[in-house]
C-alpha cells in the first residue's frame, strides 16, 4: 500500500543546530512527494516539493529512492521553524499524509 | 482575503446529529478538496470534486457525503454523527485537478459531545 512514515512524533532542537525530519515512502512507481508546514494556529502550507528541487526559508529535501525517504534538513534552525511538518506523497490524485512530526526550535 | 474559507470555525454538537460544513475556493480555482485530521489518524484525504463532478475519493464513510455548487463552492454533511467524528475538517482549492497545487483551508473544529 502506498503511505508515508515520519518516524517521529515531536524532535526538539536548540537554534542554530541543524535539523532533519525524516520521511520514508512504500510506493513502487515515481513518487511525487511534498512536505507541508502547519504553523500555530495558522492553515496547512506546502513548503516544498521534490520536484522542483526548491529551497523554501532554508529547507531542501532530497529524494532518495535507495532508500525510499524524503528527509527535510536545515542546517541552522530558527525558533520560527517550530511547527508541525507533513510529509506527503501524491498517488492517484490522493495526497496521502505522514503522522507529521512537532518540530520545536529552542532558543 | 481570496484565499479559501472555511465557516463554521468551530461546531459543537451531540451524538446522532448532522452537520454541514462550508468551503468556498480561492477565487478561479475550480477544484475543491476535504480532509479530516483527527488525534488518531492523522490527516486524511476524504473527497475531490472538479467543477461540480465529483473527481477522486479517499477515506470518506457513508455517512459523509459531499457536492460541489454551481458557483463552486462545496459543503460537506456529515450525518449520524458518532465521538469518534470529532476532528478537523480542512478544504483545500486548485486552479486545475491536480492534487499538488492545492491551497488549503483554516478548517472546521467539529466537537461531538
Known amino acids: 500500500a502506498q503511505r508515508v512514515t515520519q518516524p517521529e512524533k515531536l524532535l526538539s532542537v536548540f537554534k542554530g543546530a541543524p535539523v532533519e525530519l525524516k520521511c520514508n515512502y512504500s510506493?513502487?512507481?515515481?513518487?511525487?512527494l511534498f512536505w507541508y508546514v502547519q504553523y500555530s494556529r495558522q492553515r496547512l502550507q506546502l513548503l516544498l516539493r521534490h520536484i522542483s528541487r526548491e529551497s523554501i526559508k532554508g529547507f531542501t529535501a532530497d529524494l532518495n529512492k535507495g532508500e525510499t525517504s524524503f528527509h527535510l534538513k536545515k542546517p541552522f534552525a530558527q525558533e520560527e521553524d517550530s511547527a508541525m511538518y507533513y510529509c506527503?506523497?501524491?498517488?492517484?490524485?490522493?495526497?496521502?499524509f505522514g503522522a507529521g512530526t512537532r518540530l520545536t526550535v529552542k532558543p | 482575503d481570496s484565499g479559501v474559507t472555511q465557516t463554521p470555525k468551530h461546531l459543537i454538537t451531540a451524538t446522532g446529529q448532522r452537520v454541514t460544513l462550508r468551503c468556498s475556493p480561492r477565487s478561479g480555482d475550480l477544484s475543491v478538496y476535504w480532509y479530516q485530521q483527527s488525534l488518531d489518524q492523522g490527516l486524511q484525504f476524504l473527497i475531490q470534486y472538479y467543477n461540480g463532478e465529483e473527481r477522486a475519493k479517499g477515506n470518506i464513510l457513508e455517512r459523509f457525503s459531499a457536492q460541489q455548487f454551481p458557483d463552486l463552492h462545496s459543503e460537506l454533511n456529515l450525518s449520524s454523527l458518532e465521538l469518534g467524528d470529532s476532528a478537523l475538517y480542512f478544504c483545500?482549492?486548485?486552479?486545475?485537478?491536480?492534487?499538488?497545487?492545492?491551497?488549503f483551508g483554516p478548517g472546521t473544529r467539529l466537537t461531538v459531545l
Open positions: 483545500a482549492s486548485s486552479r486545475t485537478p491536480r492534487a499538488s497545487e492545492q491551497f
Open positions: 510506493y513502487s512507481g515515481s513518487p511525487e
Open positions: 506527503a506523497l501524491l498517488y492517484n490524485n490522493d495526497m496521502r
